[in-house]
């Protein structure tokens, strides 16, 4: 019995033996098996789009490139381009009624002075007859001279009264409206005719209250309340100020056929300074988000961040013109583009620009921002 037992003892380590070497392989494949599984849901879970913010506190999206691909995303060098700083002011629309009845006035007095001067010229050379006729004793009696010297005095006080009107319309039109728009009246020159036949509108431009400008932009641009930019063409200095504003006021003239009507608020642009460096900004780039315009500055291969850009400057065929500021530190990201001051920040000079695709990226910088938050 003893020899039995010790048989089947020695058959089970032997059994045991050549069972875990069969039996180790289905324990190192089931392992690896799970590894590879958790290393593909790792990649299933990892985002294809990043945020985070640069050193400079700007939103920032990387952006791998088969999405990049996906999204055909293009960049351009913007194009230099000059930029003057813009001042921005209030205007309002000036209703030229008074301007136009003190023209009617003006050009009453000025009839009635040539109706007088007409009648006085025929009544001077009437009494200057008689005077002639009465001296040579030509039958000509002295009562018949006093009645012609009678009728030429009056005519000529009515000449006086005719003067005075004239003059008086004038110092009117000067007090009112300036020397240049007051003499236009006085002369009924182009632009007083323009004005009152509403081929031209006139526009009072008033500076924010400690603004100051060393000397009026001959031409400048205002933004009427349908978001329309209108060139604006300089008159005068304002003989008067906005009472709600009280700054230093201008006169610019502006086409009528823009759609600035009268008494129509307006936002004016002012260029002040010498031209500076600047960049084209295509509509293209622009994003907008709670009312303030954004482009996409690619700084990496696969990093794109969001900068603001101001908006005082468009371009005609569309986008905008922003200064070139490479070096001055940002603001912080809430803080706007522009200041009340008039100082603004620009864009780097050397970053390419996205042109095509700044919409998507937008969408994905905020969609990404939502699943972190939401996880």
């Given amino acids: 019995m003893n020899s039995h037992l010790w048989r089947r003892h020695r058959v089970a380590p032997s059994s045991l033996v050549r069972l875990l070497p069969s039996a180790s392989p289905v324990f190192l494949s ?69 301007f136009t009845d003190l023209g009617n006035t003006i050009a009453n007095a000025k009839a009635q002075l040539a109706i ?27 009562a018949q001279l006093q009645a012609a010297e009678a009728t030429y005095q009056s005519d000529a006080a009515s000449v006086r009264a005719a003067q005075i009107q004239t003059q008086n319309g004038a110092a009117s039109a000067y007090q009112a409206w300036g020397p240049i728009l007051g003499q236009s009246l ?19 431009v008033t500076l924010p209250l400690g603004v100051s400008i060393t000397q009026a932009p001959q031409t400048a641009s205002v933004e009427t309340t349908t978001g329309q930019r209108v060139s604006i063409d300089f008159v005068s200095p304002a003989t008067r100020t906005d009472p709600k504003i ?15 009507l009268p008494g129509m608020n307006v936002t004016a642009f002012l260029p002040v300074g010498q031209s500076t460096p600047g960049l084209a900004i295509p509509a ?3 994003v907008w988000l709670q009312g303030r315009a954004w482009v996409y500055l690619q700084t ?13 400057e468009p371009q005609p065929g569309g986008g905008y013109v922003v200064p070139v500021n490479p070096t001055s530190p940002r603001p912080e990201v ?14 780097p000079a050397n970053e390419p620009l996205v042109v095509k695709g700044a919409q998507m990226l937008l969408s994905q910088e905020f969609s990404a921002q939502i699943q972190v938050g939401g996880d």
């Fill in 186 to 204: 006085v002369d009924n020159t182009a632009l007083a005719k323009d004005l009152v036949q509403h081929r031209r509108v006139l526009i009072q």
């Fill in 300 to 312: 990496s291969a696969h990093t794109f961040t969001r900068r603001e850009i101001p908006t005082t």
């Fill in 30 to 98: 089931g392992g690896r098996g799970e590894a590879t599984a958790e290393a593909q849901r790792e990649r299933a879970i990892k985002p294809a789009v990043e945020v985070s913010r640069s050193n400079t506190g700007e939103p920032t999206i990387t952006v791998g490139p088969d999405l990049q691909k996906q999204a055909d995303i293009q960049t351009i060098q913007p194009k230099p381009t000059p930029y003057r700083q813009l001042v921005q002011a209030y205007g309002s629309v000036v209703d030229l009624q008074p």
């Fill in 246 to 260: 009280q700054g230093v006021s201008f006169f610019y003239t502006a086409d009528a056929a823009s759609g600035a």
């Fill in 334 to 347: 809430n803080a706007p583009a522009s200041g009340a001051d008039g100082e603004t920040q620009g864009l």
């Fill in 284 to 286: 293209s780039a622009v």
């Fill in 116 to 142: 007088a001067d007409a009648k006085v010229a025929a009544s001077q050379a009437a009494f200057q007859r008689a005077q002639v006729l009465h001296k040579n004793g030509q039958n000509f009696s002295t």
